[in-house]
């Protein structure tokens, strides 16, 4: 367990994390899509940009607080005669506690759209993710239904 924790802390950085939860907001939007496509909702920019305004930023939070540490350490230390030193690892941890929130944060959704979708969630992540999902619920009946057109100008 050890190794493994030193392994990751060695190679876990504000750029890896923000890549591993562009991973999960893509899952997440694939699954969104899925859920409301079987139950008739219609795609719009709404629904589906709705998500990713809030999703995208997010997940590019741990690589920006990356880039903080980055620029604090080459920066001089003796700006305007006072001496400046940050101990860079407390950002590591500030950017993997941040990494933490936002992927609790995208994993109920996504979690929650594979419930919507019709997957089988874990007895365990139900409980977990029973507001978002009710939350979503609610958006189903907000949002336009699905014109089931296949061919132009013809309706199914």
């Given at each position: 367990m050890d190794t493994i924790l030193k392994y990751l802390f060695a190679n876990l950085n504000g750029a890896t994390e923000t890549v591993l939860l562009f991973i999960l907001v893509f899952?997440?939007?694939?699954?969104?899509?899925?859920?409301?496509?079987?139950?008739?909702?219609?795609?719009?920019?709404?629904?589906?940009?709705?998500?990713?305004?809030?999703?995208?930023?997010?997940?590019?939070?741990?690589?920006?607080?990356?880039?903080?540490?980055?620029?604090?350490?080459?920066?001089?230390?003796?700006?305007?005669n006072r001496v400046f030193v940050f101990d860079t690892p407390i950002f590591d941890w500030i950017t993997f506690a941040t990494f933490i929130g936002i992927a609790n944060f995208m994993s109920k959704s996504l979690l929650a759209n594979a419930q919507l979708a019709g997957f089988t969630v874990p007895n365990w992540a139900i409980k977990w993710v029973e507001d978002e999902y009710h939350v979503k619920l609610k958006k189903i009946e907000t949002e336009p239904e699905a014109a089931n057109i296949t061919e132009i100008g013809k309706e199914k």
């Open positions: 899952f997440d939007t694939i699954l969104g899509s899925k859920w409301r496509k079987a139950n008739n909702v219609a795609i719009t920019s709404n629904g589906g940009l709705g998500g990713l305004k809030i999703s995208i930023p997010l997940a590019l939070a741990p690589m920006v607080i990356w880039l903080i540490t980055i620029l604090f350490s080459v920066l001089p230390t003796h700006i305007g």
